[in-house]
């Protein structure tokens, strides 16, 4: 069930793509956590802080890889 839905989620990002002319990529949490070496909890404080938009899949949790980039450089 929840290929299906990673599936599905991925086509609707393909048509979004399409419809803005811009590419969405993203990472899993802990692919994230490791790439801005922050731990689960800061990961946490940032999304409620809208630092850091969360994205699920299912129960899995993924970040925006431009979110992740933007946070890098500034």
Known sequence: LLDGVYKL???LDKIDEKL???SIEY???NQALKTLGISRKTADNWH???ILSKKYIGAKVFYSTKEIEQKMEG
């Open 9 to 11: 989620e991925k086509r």
């Open 48 to 50: 409620r802080q809208k």
């Open 20 to 22: 803005s002319g811009r």
């Open 27 to 29: 990472v899993p949490l």
